[in-house]
């Protein structure tokens, strides 16, 4: 039975529990990077460089259903620093050797998957589940860009979103259509802050040019999609040279609404320790005071925090799903 939460670091071959003073796991969608920061006694054996895998895992409390362990991030140490008393420790994972690529590649006749799949290879990355629905006639991966930029420019130009799971395969794939986890308010939310804009005054509206197929990527004078609202004072057209598809402006141009809409609606909680939690997940809170917490939210980053003598917890940010 588990009574209180307790963390887990792997470094090649050791294994630290009792011994963790600090252990905090920040994640984020791509491209934002997922590190993990932890504290040891400098008294303890430690023989882990950077470069050596490494392998993080948290317990939350049974009586909230998190009592399982949970692999929530697995990378490589990045850093290690030493002092008179502790030994500090920096991991991330696929997130930071896709943030460190910066690939030179044209690809034409492809699709987004295709793309994507290139640059988890550049990487050095596992594929996770892949669901890009953007045919391209062309994609040019320019240094200008690291490969974790490149990636998340398709996923939001295709309404996606991309993660790395706890156990390191990248996936990008449309948030799920309804919630994928309850949260209650009062056991398993503690606090919370939501903020609620009204609508965009401004819409953006990323406009290509074609159609173009891999054999002919010659300048078009058409503009895609070709329903695109003309510029005015409420709309703001943004190039977007890889939209030379119609089907694909068309996705595009409503991922970017669907993405503008989500953003009205922001969601800051701090929450009891629980490792499920990643971002990208769908959630939905019930019994918040006033109902200021119904509807389904989706994760944008997630902090899990233990620390010897001190309340654990995770703190969550989030906008609103649809």
């Known amino acids: 039975m588990s009574l209180a939460p307790a963390a887990g670091l792997t470094l090649a071959d050791l294994r630290y529990d009792a011994q963790l003073a600090t252990v905090s796991v920040t994640l984020g969608l791509l491209p934002e990077v997922n590190r993990c920061r932890a504290v040891l006694p400098a008294s303890v054996r430690f023989e882990a460089v950077p470069g050596d895998p490494g392998e993080v895992s948290l317990t939350g409390l049974e009586l909230t259903g998190g009592a399982a362990e949970e692999t929530v991030l697995t990378g490589t140490v990045h850093r290690v620093r030493r002092d008179s008393r502790w030994i500090h420790v920096d991991l991330t994972d696929a997130s930071g050797a896709l943030a460190a690529a910066r690939p030179a590649a044209g690809y034409t006749g492809t699709t987004a998957t295709d793309v994507v799949t290139a640059l988890l ?7 996770g589940e892949l669901r890009i629905d953007l045919p391209l006639a062309g994609y040019v991966a320019d240094q200008a860009r ?3 930029e490149h990636l998340a420019r398709l996923a939001a130009l295709a309404g996606c979103v991309g993660t790395v799971a706890g156990d390191g395969p990248v ?3 449309p948030p799920a259509a309804s919630a994928e986890t309850a949260l209650r308010h009062g056991r398993d939310l503690l606090t919370y802050r939501v903020t ?3 609508p965009p005054t401004t819409r953006t509206v990323p406009v290509g040019a074609g159609p173009a197929s891999p054999e002919e990527l010659r300048p078009s004078p058409d503009f895609l999609p070709a329903d695109a609202p003309e510029a005015a004072a409420d709309v703001q057209r ?4 890889v939209l030379r598809v119609p089907s694909a402006a068309s996705t595009a141009s409503d991922a970017a609404e669907s993405s503008a809409s989500r953003r009205s609606r922001r969601l800051y909680a ?3 320790l629980l490792p499920s939690l990643r971002p990208g ?3 939905e809170i019930a019994e918040s005071p006033g109902g200021v917490l119904d509807g389904s939210w989706l994760l944008t980053r997630v902090t899990h925090r233990i620390t010897a003598g001190r309340p654990s917890g995770t703190e969550i940010d989030g906008t609103a799903a649809s």
């Open 270 to 272: 701090r929450c009891v």
């Open 171 to 173: 996936s990008v794939a």
């Open 146 to 148: 690291t490969a974790a």
């Open 196 to 198: 609620e804009h009204g």
């Open 281 to 283: 997940t769908v959630v």
């Open 121 to 127: 290879g550049e990487a050095s990355a596992t594929p």
């Open 238 to 241: 943004h190039a977007e040279p």
